[in-house]
């Protein structure tokens, strides 16, 4: 195989972009096609489309028993699965959220008449800072939702501890942390109950998907009524409830991805790692680490532009396009610059400096089991270049 080693080998950009076929971030991680065909098979035969059907059921014990939880309730998308659990809370008024995330955190708050607040982030972290969060508490807080971001975990223990200083609902968004770990558990296992995504661009994914993961018995059962309808039986409606069941299909895809969760998280690792040795030596960029001990997916190689990097974030992400490598700005510029945020709160910005610090530095690369060694020195190879213009 050829490596790009030095920017003498770079004679090949220019003229031509590096790559014919773009280079995506979030490209989905599948696993054995036949597996799936199998599954399809199997649920026409069957003619049970949706409505609890056996393979949801299979999903939902296995990730159960992967993650240490006693309960998972799978569903239709992440978005809906935060919503559900949200209400299940009881959660009102107010209620604690990082701005650094994606917007769905943000979404499934106001779509329920319920206000996001917006604290600040540790800028090492870019995970929600506990005194941030402290300052954010009024009369009307509820409750907090915590994000695992890049899928390293949040301050759970402190934020757990603000919660009960303050009598609030504590409970995470942990769309990014699929089989990640924390403290010797599998993230699921914090706050009352932590929400998952399974959409095609995480590294486990069901098509679309998500669920709700708790240890508590009388919220998986709320949780289970309001994702159909409210119905205990035909006929029987006996809760408040909306439609977040996930179709015997998208199960299907979630069983042999399963199966395949391992390769996934060991293709991630190791694009992780060459990057982090090739981007290593650059002054003013730092790719950012993760700690083995959590277990970690890779699903996210996340690089800091520094104030001591020569070129801007935006300059070697033009650079990166036109060699058509579509490296991605992640949530900037924080939920509190969009809509209906920027509107509802044009000062929330005075509050989230460092928000506004990580949003305006990160890039994040293409990464996955698709991506080949020489894929990968040629995206370094073309950062590298750009650094060395300035
Ligand atoms: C992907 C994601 C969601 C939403 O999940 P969907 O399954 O796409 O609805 C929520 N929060 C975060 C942090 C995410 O990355």
Not at 94 to 106: C, G, H, L, N, Q
Not at 150 to 159: M, N, Q, S
Not at 241 to 261: Q, Y
Not at 330 to 336: A, I, L, R
Request: proline share 6%; net charge negative.
């Amino acid at each position: 195989m050829k490596t790009i080693r030095s920017t003498a080998d770079l004679a090949i950009f220019g003229a031509s972009p590096a790559f014919v076929e773009p280079l995506h971030v979030g490209r989905p991680n599948l696993g054995d096609k036949e597996a799936l065909l199998r599954y399809t098979a199997e649920i026409y035969d069957r003619r049970w489309l949706t409505n609890n059907g056996p393979l949801v059921q299979e999903l939902e014990s296995r990730i159960a028993a992967r993650l240490g939880v006693k309960h998972c309730v799978a569903m239709c998308n992440g978005t809906v699965a935060l919503e559900i659990a949200v209400r299940a809370l009881g959660l009102e008024g107010e209620v604690i959220i990082p701005s650094y995330t994606f917007i769905a955190t943000a979404h499934a708050l106001h779509w329920q008449a319920i206000t996001p607040v917006f604290a600040d982030v540790d800028p090492d972290t870019h995970n929600l800072d506990p005194d941030a969060v402290r300052r954010m508490i009024t009369p009307r807080t509820s409750g907090i939702i915590g994000v695992h971001l890049w899928g390293r975990p949040a301050p759970t223990d402190a934020l757990q501890q603000i919660a009960d200083e303050h009598g609030l609902q504590l409970m995470f968004d942990a769309a990014h942390g699929f089989d990640c770990s924390h403290q010797g558990k599998k993230l699921g296992n914090f706050g009352r109950c932590e929400v998952l995504s399974f959409h095609a661009t995480k590294v486990f994914n069901t098509f679309e998907g998500g669920a709700v993961v708790t240890n508590d018995d009388e919220l998986a059962e709320a949780i289970r009524l309001m994702r159909n309808f409210g119905f205990a039986g035909y006929d029987n409606v006996i809760h408040p409830g909306t439609n977040g069941k996930m179709p015997e299909i998208n199960a299907a895809m979630g069983l042999v991805n399963m199966d395949a969760l391992g390769e996934f998280v060991c293709a991630n690792d190791r694009c992780h790692s060459q990057y982090f040795a090739a981007l290593a030596g650059v002054p003013g960029l730092t790719v950012l680490p993760y700690d083995r001990d959590n277990d970690p997916n890779y699903q996210y190689v996340v690089v800091e532009v520094g104030d001591d990097s020569a070129v801007s974030r935006d300059e070697i992400l033009a650079a990166l396009h036109a060699e058509n490598i579509l490296a991605r700005k992640y949530f900037w510029p924080g939920c509190h610059g969009m809509q209906p945020y920027r509107d509802l709160f044009p000062h929330a910005r005075l509050v989230l400096p460092n928000t506004i610090r990580v949003a305006e530095r990160v890039i994040v690369l293409p990464t996955g089991p698709t991506l080949s060694e020489v894929a990968i020195d040629t995206v370094a190879a073309v950062i590298n270049q750009r650094m060395a213009a300035a």
